[in-house]
Structures are given as C-alpha cells and as structure tokens.
C-alpha cells in the first residue's frame, strides 16, 4: 500500500478516516469505494473472484491521493472473514467506516429455489454482514466508535415474486441493521441504504424499463447515486442510527402492481 503527502487530503470531510467495503471491485461496491476515497478516507476492500478489477480499482484509488488495498476473501466462513479483514487493515492501522456491499442476487419462481440457492442468498446477504461487523468491532472501537453501513434493498420492503430468497434475506439484513444499531450504541451508528433498480448497462432490458415507468423520479437509479447516500452516512450527524436510507427514486411509494 502506498502513502501521499497529507497535504493532499487537505478539506476533505473523511480525511483521516478508514473504510472498508466489502465487494468493493465492481459495481455499487466500486462507486462506493472511489466516491469515499474523494472525500479523502483511505479504502479497504474486499472482493471474491474480481481480481482484476480489484487490480484496476486499487490503482484508481492510488491515483485519487489515499492509501488502498484490496484482499480476496470469503466472508462467509467467520474464521476466513475474521483473518481478512486484519490482513486487510493492518496496515492502514484503524478503521473508520465499515460498508457491508457484498451480495448476491439472482431470480428464480418460489418453487424452484433450490436449497443450494437458499443458503448462498442468506450466508451472502445475512450471515457475512454478521460476521463482519462482529470481526470489526475491535477496530471501529479502538477508533474511538464509527459507522457501520449496510447495504440492503428496496427488496426488503417489497414483496417480489421470483425474488423471496433475496427479499427475506435483504428484509433480515434490515433488521439487523436496527438490532444492531441498538446493540452498538452510543459507540457505533448503524444504519443502511436501500437500492432500487440500479441499471449497470445504458441500455435497458424490458423489465429495467417497466419499473422505470413505475418509478416516480421516471429513471433508473446508479451505483453513484448509492455511493453519495453512503457517503452522507459515513459523516452524517451523530443522531442519526437505525434508519435505512432508500435510494429508489421513489419506487417503494408505488402500489405493487
């Protein structure tokens, strides 16, 4: 991991300040990793079979004047998930903000969801946050408290047909996230952000397009809009726990049809 004069983390609200984000190489967990390291925190992340875009972001990381580092994990086992995160954040000796990111997501008709399906939804979704939170503890309080960030789903506050292993296990991450912010205060503020449809691709498939037009706002949501709601928590007012920021343009105010 490289170092940059302090000088250039100067008026940056994170300065200072350590993230980890799980999942960070592609997606929501990229924009979250790049958006955070603007603010001037330096980035810890993690990822499972990325690895060169895990390569790519840590030098866009380096570029953007903080210390970085990735690791490949599976923090789905508590010993595996336990080990990378001190791998990881050794040597950025503390830590700040922790972004549960990683997940998994498919589709399948309830009846056709197999066990194996089941099990790798929640152990994903549930189980890691978990166990990463519970692996971070130590850390977040050696820093003097911090933020715990979950990432969760407009799933789990709707009900979506082909998709009930990935609600309950998004809807169980939400919860989660309100027992721990009680379990953790005063020390560490919870709280979550809840995606909608979040297009990867400019060009929507059909279904992409008919929750657009269900959507107030008429658009679908992007990684950057998740990444700016997780930089509002990662320095929001020490008030603030408990509560699920929903980054939906509007779509969980729209009767399922």
Known sequence: MASVPATTLQDRP???????VTGGARR???AIALELARQGADIAFTYRHSQREAAALETELLALGVRA???RADLTRPTLAAAALEAVLDPLGRLDVLVNNAGRYDAAPFEAITDRQWNAMIATNLTAPFLVS???LPRLRAAGGGRIINITSVGA????PTHAHYCASK???SHLTRAMARALAPEIQVNAVAPGLIAFDPVLTA????MCNRTPLGRAGTAEDVAGAVVFLANCPPGLTGQTLVVDGGLALVPSP
């Open 14 to 20: 994170l300065a200072g300040r350590v993230a980890l």
């Open 69 to 71: 580092g990735g690791i």
């Open 171 to 173: 809807a169980g991450l």
């Open 157 to 160: 506050l709707r009900a979506f």
């Open 28 to 30: 929501i967990g990229r």
């Open 207 to 210: 279904w992409e397009q008919h």
């Open 134 to 136: 519970r692996a971070a």
